[in-house]
C-alpha cells in the first residue's frame, strides 16, 4: 500500500508564494506518476499537474508559469512551488500516485489566498 502525506498549505495574501509538499511511504517506486489536484468549495476535483518518471510535466492552464512541479525519488517526495498566488486558487489540494491505473491519494492540505 501507499501513504501520502501533503504538508506546506496556508493562508497567503494574493501575489504570494507557498510550496506544498507531499511525502510518499509504503510501496513507492520511482516509475510511478505523481500529481497534484485540489478542489475549491463547492466545486469538483481537479487537475493541477503531474510528473513522470522521466520527469515530463503537465499542468492545468489555470497555473501554467505560475506553479511547478517537481519530485525527489531519493526522497520519495513530491512538491509543489505555486507563485503569483490568486483568490480563485483557495482550495484544498491533494497529491495523488498514479500506477498502472490505481490512484493513491493523500487527505490534502488547504491552501487560502486572501485578496
Known amino acids: 500500500q501507499v501513504q501520502l502525506v501533503e504538508s506546506g498549505g496556508g493562508l497567503v495574501q494574493a501575489g504570494g508564494s507557498l510550496r506544498l509538499s507531499c511525502a510518499a511511504s509504503?510501496?513507492?517506486?520511482?516509475?510511478?506518476?505523481m500529481g497534484w489536484s485540489r478542489q475549491a468549495p463547492g466545486k469538483q476535483r481537479g487537475f493541477v499537474a503531474f510528473i513522470s518518471s522521466g520527469g515530463s510535466t503537465n499542468y492545468a492552464n489555470s497555473v501554467k508559469g505560475r506553479f511547478t512541479i517537481s519530485r525527489d525519488d531519493a526522497k520519495n517526495t513530491v512538491y509543489l512551488q505555486m507563485n503569483n498566488l490568486k483568490p480563485d486558487d483557495t482550495a484544498v489540494y491533494y497529491c495523488?500516485?498514479?500506477?498502472?491505473?490505481?490512484?493513491?491519494w493523500g487527505k490534502g492540505t488547504l491552501v487560502t489566498v486572501s485578496s
Open positions: 495523488n500516485l498514479a500506477r498502472g491505473g490505481t490512484n493513491y
Open positions: 509504503g510501496s513507492v517506486f520511482s516509475t510511478d506518476i
